[in-house]
């Protein structure tokens, strides 16, 4: 299908991308969450409720698609739940990856023109230090380095985001198992149902570490090409702009001959 064909030019295609990949993902979740997690008087009152509805079924199911589809939007395309909220208040694995990787490598030739206090003012000013060093050079519509490096770097955040995705849904299903055990029914059929769906939960969440892991290694393998050609073709720029960036921030020129 068309639709299904992921693209990786810009960023705003990375974003497209995980919202294809997010839809089937809610929707796979919320029927799993409906048949195995909620309880059996939820599910009752719900097909009752659908059941009481003018219109066809398949009408009413594509309703249920288009809500899915809606969320999906506000969590990829709109909230980016992955990368605004995610990442930087709970994994917190960009911010790592910018002052430990990113950065060190990128002014690496310049050792010998900064010192310590460099790297201490750019840990609490990363976003802007990005925006000055690394960013200029990676940028969507005026790249400088070859643009097959950007899309194989898009290529690999793309699966990375994926499986953040995959995280923050295997975790509200977990949630919600944990409050279903609270106040749903306590038959020993339905706890024990519960318990399964809550293991299987776990063993996927496990999984999705790995991939998580593998996927990080991909894009830390990318973004070493991209920081290989700046640093090839555009070391001269690159060693002026650390230089004002230091003025700007204050770091004394001493450490900066």
């Not at 930087?88 to 990113?102: E, M, N, Q, S």
Request: glycine share 4%.
């Amino acid at each position: 299908m068309e639709f299904y064909r992921f693209t990786y030019e810009t960023y705003q295609d990375v974003r497209h991308n995980l919202f294809k990949y997010c839809l089937p993902l809610l929707i796979a979740a919320g029927f799993l969450s409906y048949f195995f997690v909620v309880p059996p008087t939820f599910r009752n009152t719900v097909d009752a409720l659908f059941s009481s509805l003018p219109g066809q079924d398949w009408l009413k199911g594509a309703s249920g698609v288009v809500v899915f589809g809606l969320v999906a939007f506000l969590m990829t395309e709109v909230l980016q739940v992955h990368h605004n909220w995610y990442d930087l208040y709970i994994v917190r694995w960009r911010y790592r990856y910018a002052t430990d990787f990113i950065l060190p490598r990128l002014v690496q030739p310049f050792g010998s023109l900064i010192g310590r206090r460099f790297h201490e003012v750019a840990e609490r000013n990363i976003k802007a230090f990005q925006e000055r060093l690394f960013y200029p050079y990676v940028a969507d519509r005026d790249a400088k380095i070859e643009k097959n490096k950007l899309v194989r770097f898009y290529e690999a955040a793309t699966v990375y985001w994926m499986t953040q995705l995959n995280e923050i849904v295997i975790m509200l299903m977990l949630l919600l198992a944990a409050i279903c055990r609270v106040v749903g029914p306590k038959e020993a059929a339905y706890v024990g149902s519960l318990l399964n769906c809550s293991l299987v939960l776990v063993f996927l969440f496990a999984v999705n570490r790995v991939w998580v892991w593998r996927a990080r290694e991909k894009v830390r393998g990318a973004t070493a090409d991209e920081i290989e050609a700046i640093l090839t073709n555009h070391s001269e720029d690159l060693q002026q702009r650390v230089r004002k960036l230091c003025q700007d921030h204050d770091i004394p020129l001493a450490e900066v001959k």
